[in-house]
């Protein structure tokens, strides 16, 4: 015979099985379920099949991540001037450049290997072991030899190994919040299902990386590794490709208009050197220095290590990111797409309401802890008698319930661990209680009835609990209990219970109606074998509606966001009611879709329809992709954060993806570029001040050194053109741009994060680092920096001999940078002001530039590298007096732009 497997192969996944009687496919897989496979069989499989592991995306070899860091426009023109140095002879620019572009590379290399690094000590992929059934026993294999056929014995707590149809299903309830994004465990059974169903309604099949939360099962694997559902979707993530950040663009774009300015530079000098009859070798020389002094060849250096300092405190703050270039992009986020549960959640049931005797009752507290009280409405924490309305239902909560909680770890069915706990916080001792108490019978939950019944001793007779979905309860309920007893269930009766289940269902609350009976002894010893025939005469102890709860920060964190002038997006698996629920207790705003609204919009209309979205619920991974692109179409970066299977597409498509360290599945943070290993969602909001701190420092050396560069072209060009001397040489450019600017231009990369910058609104996607703003400022800062200097060196020729004047001109230049890095602290408010020093670091770094100034030329042996002379102490003051000029222009021209703002405020 020629089964399934033969047909479909070992491990594709095979979209009819929920459709196939259970013994159709154990017949079409070539196996007994009560036997299992013969471990001879399942060798030859697992031969075919491969391990059942998902395929991991290669990890860049340390090589390949050393030669990534030279992929940059700016790095290959750096590479052009120190070859075209090698090319006219002038090796020690050269190799000053070579060794720049080491240095860079070494920084992004280390950085970039140990997040890679820290990121392998968080994976825990596949369940390590699984309970299968072979050779007609039990046995523990590890869940990579795990192979379609298998028969796989399923208990409340194990991970799901593979993609399985269920065999067997006592009570069974799996949490597949992982894969849909549902937050609800869902109730499995062993039939078949008509036609072509949702991944989420698929109830009769386990999927990999599944929970089970309740009872047992068992389960024929049909697929595993990368043929598994999960494996479906890591397989999208191959379809995407790491977009550039917004730094890396602007970096781009900065890099082409230096390069197109060196060659402008250099193509003009030449000419007047050619006209005016320089010599060859001279004229080459001269015109590497122009080059060097066009490219800032610090700024590699300096933005890898701002990236890398930000990157190591974002580390220290919970937050891994796996591309250093990535670290800046948060801070240009316009929209936050964030899953609901795990992420916004705790992923932990709590029962938030409860209603009993006419009644209404508050339960603070969250998580499976029995901190927390139960607050009558209108009244005061509730303790001792006045929990006498709520014995009923506490009671029934505990006992008709399959789980436990252990230091605060929950074993078994979320919604169960949730009773429990509010049990503890009425006050039951509910170990006791169980003891004192003991299941005579059951009705396990089912999901046709959708109710669970338990039996236990009472003093006249037995007394049955129930507990379940209140419509099933009510069916069979004829009375409500009270203080006073009980009280006929009438018309207007239902009528009020109806209005407290909608009331709690608008809150995004789930709802479960808990009840009971007195049953006769005799009644009670003929039941012990089938209880169900009474579960009926019941009657209604209360409701209780139960809620994953907000992370108690995620409020916060979504105001502050917002604040900042950033959207944020729910975007869930969960239905609708539930994510508006949550979405009004952390504070999103907006209209509320479905999934199946979003499929009928065409993609030139979704990205004007999402505008004025806060939430959209019962979504598929394929609504999320559609998602991320209509926001990027529509021109915001996005960031999207999530910890499941369901997020990992979207996560790689987002200009950031922000997975869950502890929670997030494997396939998650392999998608994404930062991890948060708190899972804690206030983290992001870090990260974006952090984001945006990183890019004003960046903008800060970028003025900084542009600056220094506009400066000495304009010098050496001006130079040329009235026909003085060449002010520098190549290595005195080389001097200033690497030594004097770097240890300055580094201190600014770590300037602390200005005051109120998450006031401000994001930074437009496309907006330039250099606008024409900006620029004309840097010009006006070049042109002073080359007046100065060209000034004092025309002077110097007339009064000084001539390597004295050119000393004292290159000293005057590096001088102004002294002030100029002053300058660049502060776009438009002065420089003088209660900030000037609050950078260490920055004046440490100016000391040692003045300090390695004055050895350049006051010591013979650099004298002799550099082609300096010893300048007297007044000469030093001159060249103080004339760089400090910067200083005064732009705390004037500032005091302009400040005066103009005021005005065009009013």
């Known amino acids: 015979m020629t089964t399934i497997l033969e047909q479909r192969g070992p491990t594709g996944p095979d979209p009819a099985w929920h459709q196939v009687p259970a013994d159709e496919v154990a017949a079409g897989l070539g196996v007994d379920p009560a036997v299992g496979l013969p471990a001879a069989e399942a060798a030859e499989r697992l031969a075919a099949s491969g391990p059942n592991r998902l395929e991991e995306a290669k990890s860049r070899p340390p090589w390949r991540l050393f030669v990534d860091q030279f992929r940059s426009l700016l790095i290959a023109v750096l590479a052009g001037a120190a070859v075209l140095a090698w090319v006219v002879g002038d090796l020690v620019d050269a190799v000053v450049i070579a060794v720049v572009l080491l240095a860079n590379a070494t920084i992004g290399f280390v950085q970039e290997f140990r997040a890679e690094q820290s990121l392998a000590a ?90 089970v939360t309740r009872g047992r099962g068992e389960a024929l694997v049909v697929a595993t590794g990368m043929g598994t559902e999960i494996g479906r979707i890591a397989g999208l993530l191959g379809s995407t490709e790491d977009p550039p950040t917004p730094l890396q663009r602007q970096l781009d774009a900065f890099s082409r208009r230096l390069a197109v300015l060196a060659g402008v530079s250099v193509l003009l000098y030449a000419l007047v050197g050619l006209f005016r009859g320089e010599a060859w070798a001279d004229l080459a020389l001269h015109a590497v220095a122009l080059a060097v002094a066009a490219i800032p060849e610090g700024l590699p250096a300096v933005v890898a290590l701002t990236l890398a300092v930000g990157v190591t405190a974002m580390a220290r703050r919970g937050a891994i990111v796996k591309r250093i270039s990535s670290v800046e992009t948060l801070g240009a986020t316009t929209v936050i797409c964030t899953d609901k549960t795990g992420t916004l959640t705790l992923n932990e049931m709590t029962a938030r309401r409860v209603w009993a005797a006419g009644r ?39 006992l008709t319930n399959d789980a436990d909680v252990v230091d605060g770890e929950l074993l078994g069915d979320p919604t169960d661990g949730a009773l429990l706990v509010l049990a503890a916080k009425g006050g039951i001792d509910v170990a006791r209680l169980r003891a004192d108490l003991p299941r005579l019978a059951e009705v396990p939950f089912d999901s046709d009835h959708r109710l669970q019944a338990t039996l236990h001793p009472h003093p006249a007779g037995a007394r049955l609990y129930v507990k379940g979905a209140p419509d099933a309860l009510l069916e069979r309920t004829r009375a409500l209990a009270g203080p006073d007893g009980e009280v006929p269930l009438d018309a207007a009766g239902r009528a009020a219970v109806a209005a407290e289940v909608d009331r709690m269902a608008d809150e995004g609350l789930r709802v479960l109606a808990v009840a009971s009976r007195i049953l006769p002894a005799d009644a009670a010893d ?119 299977v369901n997020d990992a597409p979207a996560l790689k498509a987002a200009d950031i993806g922000v997975a869950m360290g502890t929670a997030g599945t494997e396939v998650a943070k392999e998608a994404a570029t930062m991890v948060l290993t708190d899972d804690d969602f206030a983290t992001i909001v870090t990260a974006v001040e952090r984001g945006r701190g990183i890019y004003e420092n ?76 900006r620029l004309g400022q840097l010009l006006l800062a070049g042109a002073v920096m080359a007046a100065g200097t060209l000034g004092v060196l025309v002077w110097g020729l007339e009064a000084l001999p001539r390597a004295e004047a050119l000393t004292l001109a290159f000293t005057t230049f590096v001088l102004f940078q002294i002030f100029n890095a002053l300058n660049a602290r502060a776009e438009r408010q002065s420089a003088l002001g209660r900030d000037l020093f609050r950078n260490r670091a920055l004046w440490a770094a100016l000391v040692a530039v003045v300090v390695l100034q004055v050895a350049v030329v006051q010591l013979p042996v650099l004298e002799r590298i550099f082609g300096t002379v010893p300048l007297a102490p007044w000469q030093w003051g001159l060249a103080a007096g004339i760089a400090a000029s910067i200083l005064v222009v732009e705390e004037v021209r500032k005091a302009v732009v400040r005066v103009q703002a005021r005005r065009g405020e009013r």
């Open 698 to 773: 960046v903008v800060k050396f970028v003025r900084f050194q542009l600056a220094t560069n506009l400066g000495a072209i304009i010098t050496v060009l001006g130079a040329q053109l009235v026909g003085l001397p060449a002010p520098f040489t190549a290595l005195q450019v080389l001097w200033v741009n690497l030594i004097m600017d770097g240890p300055p231009a580094l201190a600014l990369g770590v300037d602390p994060t200005r005051q109120g910058i998450m006031d401000d609104p994001p930074r437009p996607r496309g907006a330039a680092i250099l606008p024409a703003a």
């Open 360 to 398: 209404g009752w508050s339960v603070s507290g969250s998580g499976y802890v029995a901190d927390g009280a139960i607050t009558a409405d209108g009244g005061p924490a509730a303790a001792g008698a006045d929990l006498a309305d709520l014995g009923g239902v506490l009671r029934g909560s505990a």
């Open 526 to 644: 003929a039941l012990a074998e089938d209880l169900w025939p009474a579960v009926t005469d019941l009657a209604l102890e209360g409701l209780v509606g139960l809620q994953d709860p907000p992370r108690t920060q995620a409020a916060d964190a979504v105001a502050a966001a917002r604040r900042a002038g950033i959207d944020v997006l729910m975007i869930t698996g969960d239905h609708a009611a539930t994510g508006a629920a949550i979405a009004r207790q952390v504070g999103i705003e907006g209209e509320v879709l479905t999934g199946a609204q979003l499929a009928a919009v065409d993609d030139d209309a979704l990205p004007d329809r999402l505008r004025g979205v806060g939430v959209v619920a019962r979504v598929a991974p394929e609504h999320k992709l559609r998602i991320v692109h209509a926001l990027q179409r529509r021109g915001e970066v996005v960031a999207m954060t999530g910890d499941g």
């Open 122 to 211: 968080l994976r825990s992929m596949l369940s390590p072991t699984a309970r299968v059934r072979r050779d007609g026993s039990e046995r523990m294999v590890p869940a990579e030899e795990l192979v379609p056929g298998d028969v796989v014995l399923l208990e409340a707590g194990q991970r799901v190994p593979g993609d399985a149809r269920v065999l067997v299903a006592a009570s069974l309830e799996v949490d597949e919040s992982a894969l849909t994004g549902e937050s609800q465990p869902v109730t499995k059974h062993t039939g078949s299902l008509p036609g072509d169903v949702a991944l989420g309604e698929r109830t009769n099949l386990v999927f990999a990386q599944s929970v």
